[in-house]
């Protein structure tokens, strides 16, 4: 993995002072259209959660909507989005996971954690199990993890 993590880092586009001034974007387009980088991001978090009983895959609007579909795919599972509403609220329907039905979130920036924290809590509070999170990256200087202690997690490239 370590040649493939070279490769899938050299896909992503610095974008300086974005979305405001002293914020590096870390931009997956070109990883979205490169056909082996996005195939090797799909097969890397699918892989990690073979073989343990998922039945959905939820994706976090909206790149995570781009990468959690393919990966349901793979696993057999159903897409469920869920959309974020302005900036503190999100959406999933009341139907969209079972009572104790294994269920992985998928995003493609963990950074401060606080969405994908609070969409692990509305599916629990739904009565489904978090079986596990993957993203694409994760910006560790934000300490995103924190926020998800115990939970099994891949991210695919790390950046401190």
Request: net charge negative; no cysteine; glycine share 12%.
């Amino acid at each position: 993995m370590e040649r493939d993590t070279a490769r899938l880092k050299d896909l992503i586009r610095d974008i300086p002072d974005f979305p405001k001034a002293g914020v590096v974007f870390k931009d997956i387009t070109p990883l979205l259209a490169d056909p082996e980088g996005f195939a090797l991001v799909v097969d890397a978090i699918a892989d990690r959660f073979v073989g343990r009983g998922i039945r959905k895959v939820v994706g976090i609007e909206a790149r995570g909507f781009i990468i959690a579909a393919p990966v349901a795919h793979r696993l057999g599972a159903g897409f469920v989005p869920v959309r974020k509403v302005g900036k503190g609220l999100l959406e999933l329907h009341s139907d969209a996971v079972d009572i104790d039905e294994q269920v992985l979130v998928v995003d493609d920036v963990l950074a401060t954690g606080g969405t994908a924290a609070a969409t692990v809590r509305l599916i629990e509070r739904l009565g489904a199990r978090v079986a596990g999170l993957g993203f694409v990256i994760e910006l560790g200087f934000l300490n995103g993890r924190q926020q998800l202690s115990g939970r099994d997690m891949v991210s695919l490239l790390h950046y401190e």
